[in-house]
């Protein structure tokens, strides 16, 4: 995937191996490369309406509802989610293999990204 958006001029030349990096590849499309360990903390999606396919390796995703927790392992089998305006969730790779996920967003993502939920390997 990587090569792929390199040759498109999607992928400017930077490390993708030591924490999450994404990609904006349309206007409510973003390409997601998530290390071991990595991952984004609590967090939803404001108004807008998620849809993610995790199309190589795995995510770790717990989606609280109303006070409750549930755990699950997303792969490439499990096709595409959906999460509706205000669902809050947080993924982390726990694999041992870079995971990528495609994400797309209805209306256009307008949240500001915050680098305080980034979630990374201890060091």
């Known amino acids: 995937m990587a090569n792929l958006l390199r040759e ?6 930077r490390d993708i191996t030591s924490r999450r990096s994404w990609f904006k590849i349309a206007p409510s499309t973003w390409v ?3 290390p071991p360990s990595c991952g984004l903390d ?3 999606h404001g108004e807008s309406w998620a849809r993610f396919w995790v199309v190589s390796g795995e995510l770790h995703e717990t989606i609280r509802d109303q006070g409750h ?3 699950w392992l997303l792969r490439a089998e499990h096709g ?3 999460r509706e ?8 790779n726990i694999g041992t293999t870079m995971a ?3 994400h797309t ?3 256009e993502l307008v949240v500001a990204y915050d680098e305080a939920l980034e979630i990374r390997p201890e060091r």
Do not use: T
């Open 8 to 13: 498109e001029g999607l992928l400017l030349e």
């Open 32 to 34: 997601l490369f998530w």
């Open 42 to 44: 609590w967090h939803d």
């Open 69 to 71: 927790e549930f755990p």
């Open 80 to 82: 595409v989610q959906l």
């Open 85 to 92: 305006p205000g669902s809050v969730h947080r993924l982390v």
């Open 100 to 102: 990528v996920s495609v």
């Open 105 to 107: 967003y209805d209306p």
